[in-house]
Nanobody
Framework: QVQFKESGGGLVQVGGSLRLSCEVS????????FAWYRQALGKEREFVAL???????KYTDSVKGRFTISRDNAENTVYLSMNGLKPEDTAIYYC?????????????????WGQGTQVTVSS
């Protein structure tokens, strides 16, 4: 079964940067699409970004131009580089592997999640 180990979160001031990492095991990494989700206190988990096996990228509107998702197939790791952080980016960030349809570019997350990594942006 796929497993995720997220890291790289922390406390940062408004406008600061962080780079999250997600080490993936238990699957053929290069063949799969991965995504980052986040969940703020008292809110539902929401999609942030995805990267397909063909390196197609998709972002939620609120992070476009500030966040960049990338992957290293040799290291079985997915990254999320976050710049221009805002207080509303405060959340626990989770990595996910799901089903991606090339022709519709729709992503369906699976129900396996890691522990997540906390990102806190102070104003």
């Amino acid at each position: 079964q796929v497993q995720f180990k997220e890291s790289g979160g922390g406390l940062v001031q408004v406008g600061g940067s962080l780079r999250l990492s997600c080490e993936v095991s238990g699957t053929i990494f290069a063949d799969n699409t991965f995504a980052w989700y986040r969940q703020a206190l008292g809110k539902e988990r929401e999609f942030v970004a995805l990267i397909s096996s063909g390196r197609y990228r998709k972002y939620t509107d609120s992070v476009k131009g500030r966040f960049t998702i990338s992957r290293d197939n040799a290291e079985n790791t997915v990254y999320l580089s976050m710049n221009g952080l805002k207080p509303e980016d405060t959340a626990i960030y989770y990595c996910n592997m799901g089903r991606f349809l090339d022709w519709t570019r729709e992503y369906t997350p699976n129900d396996v999640w890691g522990q997540g990594t906390q990102v806190t942006v102070s104003s």
